[in-house]
């Protein structure tokens, strides 16, 4: 049986960080390297020539930055576009998915001493945005007969992965200044990113978005982001940062937040689960309902990888599963702020 081959342009001004991202890739069998850029404007030539699957895009480099190649590219290809940049550009790396990057990954992590696990999530996640990949069984699509009304609701909780940066965008674009509950949120960022995707979000919103910081209590109008590398928690003394192990290879977990969340606020409490790999998020989600919160999944048709809300649906206990373009309206209008 024919393996189908990923067809792969790498992109950097760097000849040493080409070599490695071709060696990294080679070794797994499915890519094939189609071609090489250093800049983007012979990025976006090559491209055109090409018509790659999946594209590997520095940020920084001389006659044309990653960016703006990205924007060239994006107006004639759908094509798989993965930013590989240093953590002095994060902001702009968060940025590049707004003009249609999928993901991107920090340079430093393509090392020898990168775990055969870590490869694995990579090595999927780019089959995933190729579209190569087959998607996992098509879950069928439940429609929100919801029979929820406003409540008091004193705190959201919000898990998402790939694709969650561009999720995130448009869902905090979506709610006004003065919406009256805080949102803590556990988004899987790249060790060392946090600063760069908080300044970047921060931007796109009419709330307040932050590192969350141990002993704040939430307050409305903020958004907490979990610091990478540590679990976001939340308790009677305010917010807690837990340094103990990962939960299903993840830190920091949504699980963990959602299950410590659902035990502090009870039935006052909106999950939401967006798009990303794996299955992190489903067990808080299971818990959030047991609690007597309400719960919400991102649909498959806009869910960049429909791992996550896929898995919390699979559960049972997902109250509405919401087009990513509703998911805003719909939490204005449960926590009574229309």
């Given at each position: 049986m024919s393996i189908t081959m990923i067809k792969t342009l790498i992109v950097d001004d760097s000849p040493l960080v080409r070599d490695i991202l071709k060696d990294f890739l080679v070794s797994e069998g499915?890519?094939?390297i189609v071609g090489e850029a250093e800049n983007g404007e012979e990025a976006v030539a090559?491209?055109?020539?090409?018509n790659p699957d999946l594209i590997t895009m520095d940020y920084e480099m001389p006659v044309m930055n990653g960016l703006i190649a990205i924007e060239k590219i994006r107006q004639f290809s759908s094509c798989g576009i993965v930013v590989i940049t240093t953590h002095d550009t994060a902001k702009m790396a968060y940025e590049a998915t707004v003009k249609g990057a999928h993901e991107f990954y920090a340079k430093d992590i393509f090392t020898s001493e990168m775990t055969d696990r870590k490869k694995g999530e990579i090595f999927s996640t780019l089959k995933h945005i190729t579209g190569i990949r087959k998607r996992l069984g098509s879950l069928q699509e439940l429609s929100d007969d919801s029979t929820e009304v406003p409540r008091k609701i004193n705190c959201i909780v919000i898990a998402s992965s790939t694709g969650g940066p561009m999720a995130l965008c448009q869902l905090c674009s979506g709610l006004p200044a003065n919406f009256?509950?805080?949102?803590?949120?556990?988004?899987?960022?790249?060790?060392?990113?946090?600063?760069?995707?908080?300044?970047?979000l921060d931007g796109y919103s009419h709330l307040n978005v932050q590192i969350a910081e141990e002993g704040i209590y939430?307050?409305?109008?903020?958004?907490?982001?979990?610091?990478?590398?540590?679990?976001?928690?939340i308790g009677n003394t305010g917010i807690i940062l837990d340094d103990s192990d990962p939960i299903n290879n993840q830190k920091p977990a949504a699980d963990f937040l959602f299950k410590k969340a659902a035990e502090l606020f009870?039935?006052?409490?909106?999950?939401?689960?967006?798009?990303?790999?794996?299955?992190?998020?489903?067990?808080?989600?299971?818990?959030?309902?047991?609690?007597?919160?309400?719960?919400?999944?991102q649909d498959e048709a806009s869910s960049m990888i429909f791992g996550m809300p896929g898995a919390a649906v699979e559960?049972?206990?997902?109250?509405?599963?919401?087009?990513?373009?509703?998911?805003?309206?719909?939490?204005?209008?449960?926590?009574?702020?229309?």
């Open positions: 499915t890519f094939e090559k491209a055109k020539e090409l009256s509950v805080p949102i803590l949120l556990v988004q899987h960022n790249t060790s060392g990113f946090d600063k760069g995707f908080v300044q970047w939430p307050i409305k109008g903020n958004v907490y982001v979990a610091p990478t590398d540590k679990h976001l928690s009870g039935s006052s409490i909106i999950s939401v689960v967006l798009t990303g790999m794996g299955s992190d998020g489903a067990e808080g989600t299971r818990s959030i309902k047991k609690a007597g919160g309400i719960t919400i999944a559960t049972g206990c997902v109250d509405m599963v919401l087009p990513l373009s509703e998911i805003a309206q719909k939490l204005i209008f449960l926590t009574g702020c229309e």
